[in-house]
Structure formats: C-alpha cells, structure tokens
T-cell receptor, first 114, second 113 residues
Framework: NAGVMQNPRHLVRRRGQEARLRCSPV?????VYWYRQLPEEGLKFMVY????????ESGMPKERFSAEFPKEGPSILRIQQVVRGDSAAYFC????????????FGPGTRLTVT | DQQVKQNSPSLSVQEGRISILNCDYT??????FLWYKKYPAEGPTFLIS?????DKNEDGRFTVFLNKSAKHLSLHIVPSQPGDSAVYFC????????????FGAGTQVVVTP
C-alpha cells in the first residue's frame, strides 16, 4: 500500500507531556499538509510543508505546536506541553504538486490528553 | 470564521434513491471545490471535484453542481447504496491559498435498505 501512513494511530498523553505525530506521504509526494479535527467539527488546516520548508503555517497555534518535513524521513507534528484541548484527530495529507488541491489523506492519529 | 458551511448535519435516504448534499461558501476567492467521504476511524477519501469555470462535473454515480452566483454547490449520489453511508465533507480552496483546504463540518449520510 503506497498511501499516506501515519503513526501512531492512537496516542495517549498526560497534560504537560509532549506528543509527536508522524506522517509518511505517498511515495514521490513532496508536499504535506496537516489538519486537525475536533469532535463534531470539520477538518481545520494547520500547516503546509514541502521538503525542508514551511510554506504556510497560518493554521498553527502560535505556541507549543511545530512541524517539520526533513529531507529524509517522515513529516513530524510536535505538540509540547499538551493540554486537554489538544485532544483531537490529526490528519496528514500529501500532494504531488505545489498547492495541489487533490490531497490524499492518511488514516489520522487520534490524540487523547488525560 | 466558517467560510464553508454544510447546514445539514445528517441525511437519511433509502437505498436506490437520490442523495443530495448541500454546501455553501462565503469566500469569493475560492475557485476549486471538492467532496470527500469519510468512514469512522479512517482518513477522508477524495470523491469528486469541480473547478469554478464549470458548473457540473460527473463521475459515475456522483455529480457535483456549482452555482457561483449563489456560492452554493451540491453533491448528488444516484442511486444511493448502503456502502455510501459515511460522513461527506465539502472543501474549497483559492488560487492564493497554496492548496490549503477549508472544510465544512460534514453531513452524515445513512442509506437504509
């Protein structure tokens, strides 16, 4: 299966801990998007990355959240000092083209903060 | 600021009948629209899309209609099948948004036998 892979699928963290979410895009895709879905809501854009570059982080909270997409390896979404309000499903999507509208989504990581 | 709205949180339809899902948007800069389907515990799956230069796009049982003047689009599924039971998300993007998709809140479709 050459689709978008995300791990872990489920992650439980206590308040104050760090959460690291990983995303491996479709092979050959160099554009990655992260979205967050809160309960009963649609997906909300967080950040758009190309290899080694952040293109648009307008949806990222200003503090505690960071993302990277290194030259080698998966894209990482990092949440420091998690709080209960960070509990959500985090989806990664990839696209083969810059600003590609047709994005292929991974299965998501469900983060629960206790 | 919710720029893409799906005002019907749920829709129940009989197998074989038509499902019509609606979506409204407020941003006149949006020029590309997509529908995604999502099953529980899975990621959204791309279904069909339409560019603002068109008013209709068809793919098998799925047809999307776009009314730019009304800032409204709809997805028709004919005939509806039990496997169509899922949450459907409308999404939009603009030429200045680098592929950043704005999603509606979704419509839960249940197809009954």
């Amino acid at each position: 299966n050459a689709g978008v892979m995300q791990n872990p699928r489920h992650l439980v963290r206590r308040r104050g801990q760090e959460a690291r979410l990983r995303c491996s895009p479709v092979k050959g895709h160099s554009h990655v998007y992260w979205y967050r879905q809160l309960p009963e809501e649609g997906l909300k854009f967080m950040v758009y990355l190309q290899k080694e570059n952040i293109i648009d982080e307008s949806g990222m909270p200003k503090e505690r959240f960071s993302a990277e997409f290194p030259k080698e390896g998966p894209s990482i979404l990092r949440i420091q000092q998690v709080v209960r309000g960070d509990s959500a499903a985090y989806f990664c999507a990839s696209s083969p083209r810059q600003g590609g509208n047709e994005q292929y989504f991974g299965p998501g990581t469900r983060l629960t903060v206790t | 600021d919710q720029q893409v709205k799906q005002n019907s949180p749920s829709l129940s339809v009989q197998e074989g009948r038509i499902s019509i899902l609606n979506c409204d948007y407020t941003n006149s800069m949006f020029d590309y629209f997509l529908w995604y389907k999502k099953y529980p515990a899975e990621g959204p799956t791309f279904l069909i899309s339409i560019s603002s230069i068109k008013d209709k796009n068809e793919d098998g049982r799925f047809t999307v209609f776009l009314n730019k003047s009304a800032k409204h689009l709809s997805l028709h599924i004919v005939p509806s099948q039990p496997g169509d039971s899922a949450v459907y998300f409308c999404a939009a993007s603009g030429t200045d948004s680098w592929g950043k998709l704005q999603f509606g809140a979704g419509t839960q479709v249940v197809v009954t036998p």
